[in-house]
């Protein structure tokens, strides 16, 4: 049974920085490439960076140069190191997994951790 434990959210001002973690468990977590998404209360989720097994990484346009995904293999664990935060980062953080099983790739998701920037 796949799992994703998100954890690190919280509240903080504007101008600010969080780490998020996303534990997982059930995967063969070297291999399987990982992301975080996030929604915003009345928006549909929107992908913020994603990550390879290998470490290749990837952002949305408005998180470049602000955000930082990585990831610890031996630790099963995959982060999200936020900087400079904007009332509009506001929203549900999501760990993504996205394995593949045999011809199929799946998609598993955590249950979220919020985020709230301050004006």
């Known amino acids: 049974q796949v799992q994703l434990a998100e954890s690190g959210g919280g509240l903080v001002q504007s101008g600010g920085s969080l780490r998020l973690s996303c534990a997982a468990s059930g995967l063969r977590f070297g291999i399987v490439d990982m992301g975080w998404h996030r929604q915003a209360p009345g928006k549909q989720r929107e992908l913020v960076a994603t990550?390879?097994?290998?470490?290749?990484?990837n952002y949305a346009d408005f998180v470049k140069g602000r955000f930082s995904i990585s990831r610890d293999n031996a630790k099963n664990t995959v982060y999200l190191q936020m900087a400079g935060l904007k009332p509009d980062d506001t929203a549900v953080y999501y760990c993504?997994?996205?394995?593949?099983?045999?011809?199929?790739?799946?998609?598993?998701w955590g249950q979220g951790t919020q985020v709230t920037v301050s004006s």
């Open positions: 993504n997994a996205k394995p593949w099983i045999g011809v199929t790739q799946r998609d598993y």
């Open positions: 990550i390879t097994g290998g470490g290749r990484a």
